[in-house]
Every structure is written in C-alpha cells, then in structure tokens.
C-alpha cells in the first residue's frame, strides 16, 4: 500500500496569486506541480536537482 502524496504550497504563493506551486515528496523525489490544476500532472525531480533550481531562481 503506498501513501497518499502531501503536496505543500510554496510560501511564496499568495491566496489570489497566478503563479503557484505545490511541491510532494515522492519517495525521496520531488514532485512539483501547478496548484490550480494537480490532474495535469506533475514535475518529477531528484532531490539535488530540485536545489539546484532552488538555488538558481534566489537571488
């Protein structure tokens, strides 16, 4: 049995906000994906390559 995915939307995302972002630990991956919209689908990453994106958009 697998558990169910906890998506957490990022701080940086408001309440009427367009651009928002959810992020999931998928058993030590990084799912990322579109909070307006989850059944699209989701981005998967691994952990390094998730900081290095983090790492890449602060300034």
């Given amino acids: 049995m ?3 995915t906890r998506w957490r939307k990022s701080s940086h995302s408001g309440a009427n906000e367009g651009n928002c972002v959810e992020i999931g630990d998928l058993d030590g991956r990084v799912g990322v994906r579109d909070s307006k919209n989850p ?7 691994t952990r390094r390559d998730f900081a290095d994106i983090l ?3 602060r300034p």
């Fill in 2 to 4: 697998t558990t169910p």
């Fill in 39 to 45: 059944a699209a689908g989701h981005l998967t990453l």
């Fill in 55 to 57: 790492a890449h958009l």
